[in-house]
T-cell receptor
């Protein structure tokens, strides 16, 4: 089991472009969580998804950010029209059904830089 | 609102010395507390949970509800303990027990 895989590891975008961050959960995990870590800050919860469902997106900015976890394929965090303030490390975690944070495993993160 | 405070951004000790990484929290219900560690260039990984009451890699942490603290301790630090350490909290059951609130982290450096 390769663990939670995130790609790309590093992503550079110009202001106004779109950023797509991918997260492949561990085998057997159907729950995905996205966290954002701004410079000098702790990780902050963004969104919790199950296959084809958004369970809790209370931590997502209201505009430009969206997330999905389709029936097939990885979970995608999409940021439209990126701005400098979106520069951060974005972490994905996955867990099996019913385990919540107790059995959540994290990916290595995607470091987004907006220039 | 739930909050986790790690007052020390940086902590430097010598090999063999005791180490304590501080964590204080604020939560209205019954929290579950965690310590996560991130070694250089590696992913964030769970070090220990308060309900497990276990010792991992020589580290222990006791939940003190009176002081709302969950400090991480190790009696004799090793160079390989050098890493970023994050304290985190979630609700105990139901509701949003899947949601972790993290502190800002403490970078521990163990010098030879």
């Amino acid at each position: 089991n390769a663990g939670v895989m995130q790609n790309p590891r590093h992503l550079v975008r110009r202001r106004g472009q779109e950023a797509r961050l991918r997260c492949s959960p561990m085998k057997g995990h159907s729950h995905v969580y996205w966290y954002r870590q701004l410079p000098e800050e702790g990780l902050k919860f963004m969104v919790y998804l199950q296959k084809e469902n958004i369970i809790d997106e209370s931590g997502m900015p209201k505009e430009r950010f969206s997330a999905e976890f389709p029936k097939e394929g990885p979970s995608i965090l999409r940021i439209q029209q990126v701005v400098r303030g979106d520069s951060a490390a974005y972490f994905c975690a996955s867990s099996p059904p019913g385990a919540g944070t107790k059995k959540a495993f994290f990916g290595q993160g995607t470091r987004l830089t907006v220039v | 609102a739930q909050r986790v405070t790690q007052p020390e951004k940086l902590l430097s000790v010598f090999k063999g010395a005791p180490v304590e990484l501080k964590c204080n929290y604020s939560y209205s219900g019954s929290p579950e507390l965690f310590w996560y560690v991130q070694y250089s260039r590696q992913r964030l990984q769970l070090l220990l949970r308060h309900i497990s009451r276990e010792s991992i890699k020589g580290f222990t942490a006791d939940l003190n509800k009176g002081e709302t603290s969950f400090h991480l301790k190790k009696p004799f630090a090793q160079e390989e303990d050098s890493a970023m350490y994050y304290c985190a909290l979630s609700g105990w059951r139901g509701g949003s027990n899947y949601k972790l609130t993290f502190g800002k982290g403490t970078l521990l450096t163990v010098n030879p």
